[in-house]
């Protein structure tokens, strides 16, 4: 909003000489004025930062505080108008006629010019991307994909230095079969987070399926690099996999994917369809379910990102009704109050244990082994919603300390919020 709040202040001080002209006639009035817009901009500067205190808690969402703000905003505004109004009481007809014009013109201008920055798209997405989360139909899902597409673009191509907006547009990218595009977006990335496997491994994947599917050079040195950092990186596992079976090496297929289904509930989809997938692959070298053991593995992981094991149950006494989520997530306990990682079922699958790892991070460069100490929460959304409303479930383990490997944590979802 600071952009906002520069224009609106450049165009205050223009429209302000005809005010302040007025304003000279009457030094009484020019005294409660001041003091009544010294009471609004202290009640303004109070709710901002109370505003302020719950984002960095946690406790708002930031699409909730963008829209919060800019209502703040429009009152302060909507505040100054009578009291820019009564000094324009004072001044000579013609004069009056001036400052109201000139009043009402910077509210109107500033905002006009902080839409055409983009702050008002950045907003429309943030309101966009929270539909998006919620539960909706896989129709609902793909026509609000498709709208967001122009929003990312105009956002991403602005003021984005840590490549928030940028990642989102490669997703949806991706999502939309447009692969290329993908692929440029995510190189972008890969230049803002060099060390982060997750990225690395979707700008290979995205670049691996602009190629027609093949192993180029280019691609098979993202793998490398990726591979060098995390070993054990579940998005590479899988399209080495494929392509390995694409090829005729079947063993090399088998590996990957069974590396890949060591780390994925039993009962998750993907683990079917990796399952079958192997199947095959024996099926294609003439082995059987017992000579699976002889097929070669890739090496175990040295260097591996933090994985977290979460066993999540729920207390006696609580009610669960058919159609509930139950959102898990882990936070750092000193940084910032987005999740590192996030995993979503069913609420009729608990007691269910789930993974945590670096591949579900919600944004480059925040994932779990970004981090020394998270903490885990449990949530049952009667909604379907990600934001915590009234009536939810929820409950939290005790703050674990990372060291890099896999680790176990109980959580019992055990209060109504």
Do not use: C
């Amino acid at each position: 909003m600071n952009s906002f709040w520069l224009l609106a202040g450049m165009l205050g001080v223009l429209a302000s000489v005809p005010v302040l002209w007025a304003l000279r006639r009457s030094t009484q009035r020019e005294t409660l004025r001041d003091a009544r817009r010294e009471e609004n901009l202290a009640g303004y500067r109070q709710r901002m930062a109370e505003l302020e205190l719950q984002r960095e808690a946690g406790a708002i969402e930031d699409a909730d505080y963008q829209l919060a703000r800019v209502e703040l905003d429009r009152r302060l505004l909507d505040d100054t108008d009578p009291v820019v109004a009564g000094a324009a009481a004072d001044a000579a007809p013609g004069g009056a006629l001036a400052v109201w014009l000139g009043a009402l013109a910077i509210p109107v201008l500033a905002l006009a010019l902080y839409q055409g920055l983009g702050a008002s798209a950045a907003m429309r997405l943030d309101a966009m991307l929270k539909q998006l989360a919620g539960d909706i139909s896989e129709e609902q899902r793909t026509q609000l994909q498709e709208s967001m597409l122009p929003l990312l673009e105009s956002v991403a191509g602005g003021d984005d230095p840590d490549g928030e907006y940028r990642y989102l547009l490669a997703r949806s990218y991706m999502a939309a079969g447009r692969y290329p595009e993908a692929a440029a977006v995510y190189a972008e990335l890969v230049d803002i987070y060099p060390e982060d496997a997750a990225i690395i491994a979707q700008s290979a994947q995205a670049l691996y399926l602009a190629s027609s599917r093949k192993l180029t050079p280019a691609v098979q040195a993202l793998i490398d690099r990726a591979f060098a950092i995390d070993p054990e990186q579940l998005t590479l596992l899988g399209m080495v996999g494929m392509d390995r079976f694409q090829a005729g090496d079947y063993s090399g297929a088998i590996g990957n994917w069974q590396k890949l289904l060591d780390h994925l509930p039993a009962d998750a989809p993907d683990a079917r369809v990796i399952r079958d997938g192997i199947a095959m692959a024996r099926a294609r070298l003439g082995l059987s379910a017992e000579d699976a053991a002889a097929v070669p593995k890739p090496p175990e992981s040295v260097a591996g990102g933090s994985r977290l094991q979460v066993s999540v149950s729920v207390a006696d006494g609580l009610r669960l009704n058919p159609g509930d989520t139950v959102f898990v997530f882990a936070r750092a306990v000193q940084g910032p109050p987005m999740p590192l990682a996030v995993a979503r079922f069913a609420a009729s699958e608990l007691p269910r244990q789930v993974e945590l790892n670096d591949s579900m991070a919600m944004a480059p460069g925040l994932k779990l082994s970004s981090f020394e100490r998270v903490s885990v929460t449990a949530r049952v959304s009667r909604g379907g919603a990600v934001a915590a409303q009234p009536g939810d479930l929820e409950g939290g383990g005790e703050p674990i300390d990372l060291d890099g490997t896999e680790q176990a944590i109980a959580v019992v979802i055990d209060r109504t919020i």
